[in-house]
């Protein structure tokens, strides 16, 4: 009996992009799939769409409360002893839930694996047939290798004044790098940690960056395994984009994560 996979997708008026989304879910070769999507009351018809899916559970909100909201509705509703978090605007790359679900059953200390992203324009998703030609160069972002104690490192490097010029996302590694993984990513074992919406609601980005935080201090094990597990489409209405990466409001975010999690750490 297969473990069963909660795939939580939560979408806002992306109709167009989300149907890519859930076809990468539908062709894994992995049968135990719940597929939960949030739609955060979208106005283009996306609800409609996915009431006609037998194979979709779908929750709407009557009103938008934001990515946070609709992430934490989907885990509160999943049932699956692993979860995904997928974007509406990304796609799963084929075999990679039975991958990593098989890590994770061989490997029980271990509670979150993670692998590498493709990032790709709309262009190339929407046109698939690019990647085979001879002037295709993927662009590859390769995750972060786990040969360290992640709790030990994150409370060692809080002890230490905040650098605002680096991402927030280096309070997680030993060295002078940051961690790299990606939503979409990762699968993880069931638990009850939740999105901050505080941070969405103040600025609009780096939920995710607290999320791995809070799972760091709840003494999950990560662990990285090697290979392709998504990809990601980078267009105009990206939050990372639209955020960027050193502006004023995302240093103000990595201020908010890095004082929350002193506090949690008692420092």
Same mark, same amino acid.
């Given at each position: 009996?297969?473990?069963?996979?909660?795939?939580?997708?939560?979408?806002?008026?992306?109709?167009?992009?989300?149907?890519?989304?859930?076809?990468?879910?539908?062709?894994?070769?992995?049968?135990?799939?719940?597929?939960?999507?949030?739609?955060?009351?979208?106005?283009?018809?996306?609800?409609?769409?996915?009431? &006609?899916?037998?194979?979709?559970?779908?929750?709407?909100?009557?009103?938008?409360?934001?990515?946070?909201?609709?992430?934490?509705?989907?885990?509160?509703?999943?049932?699956?002893?692993?979860?995904?978090?997928?974007?509406?605007?990304?796609?799963?790359?084929?075999?990679?839930?039975?991958?990593?679900?098989?890590?994770?059953?061989?490997?029980?200390?271990?509670?979150?694996?993670?692998?590498?992203?493709?990032?790709?324009?709309?262009?190339?998703?929407?046109?698939?047939?690019?990647?085979?030609?001879?002037?295709?160069?993927?662009?590859?972002?390769?995750?972060?290798?786990?040969?360290?104690?992640?709790?030990?490192?994150?409370?060692?490097?809080?002890?230490?004044?905040?650098?605002?010029?680096?991402?927030?996302?280096?309070?997680?590694?030993?060295?002078?790098?940051?961690?790299?993984?990606?939503?979409?990513? &990762?699968?993880?074992?069931?638990?009850?940690?939740?999105?901050?919406?505080? @941070?969405?609601?103040?600025?609009?980005?780096?939920?995710?960056?607290?999320?791995?935080?809070?799972?760091?201090?709840?003494?999950?094990?990560?662990?990285?395994?090697?290979?392709? &597990?998504?990809?990601?489409?980078?267009?105009?209405?990206? @939050?990372?984009?639209?955020? *960027?990466?050193?502006?004023?409001?995302?240093?103000? &975010? *990595?201020?908010?994560?890095?004082?929350?999690?002193?506090?949690?750490?008692?420092?």
């Amino acid at each position: 009996m297969q473990p069963k996979v909660s795939v939580i997708i939560p979408t806002y008026n992306r109709a167009e992009m989300l149907t890519r989304c859930l076809n990468s879910v539908f062709v894994q070769d992995y049968e135990n799939i719940e597929i939960i999507v949030v739609d955060d009351h979208s106005t283009d018809g996306t609800f409609n769409y996915l009431k &006609a899916l037998p194979n979709v559970e779908a929750i709407y909100f009557p009103e938008h409360r934001g990515q946070c909201s609709a992430r934490n509705a989907g885990l509160d509703h999943a049932t699956g002893v692993y979860i995904l978090m997928l974007d509406d605007d990304d796609a799963l790359l084929p075999g990679i839930i039975k991958k990593h679900v098989e890590f994770l059953e061989k490997n029980p200390e271990i509670d979150l694996v993670y692998g590498d992203l493709l990032l790709s324009n709309t262009f190339i998703m929407e046109n698939p047939h690019v990647k085979l030609g001879d002037h295709f160069h993927p662009d590859i972002r390769s995750g972060t290798e786990i040969n360290f104690d992640m709790k030990k490192t994150l409370i060692k490097n809080l002890k230490k004044p905040l650098d605002p010029k680096k991402s927030i996302l280096y309070l997680y590694t030993p060295v002078n790098d940051y961690l790299k993984i990606s939503t979409g990513t &990762a699968l993880f074992r069931q638990n009850k940690i939740r999105y901050d919406p505080k @941070i969405e609601i103040k600025w609009n980005c780096s939920a995710d960056v607290d999320f791995w935080g809070q799972l760091i201090m709840a003494e999950f094990r990560f662990a990285y395994l090697p290979g392709l &597990a998504l990809e990601c489409r980078i267009h105009s209405k990206n @939050i990372t984009n639209r955020a *960027g990466i050193f502006t004023r409001v995302r240093k103000a &975010a *990595g201020r908010y994560i890095y004082n929350k999690l002193k506090k949690q750490a008692k420092i």
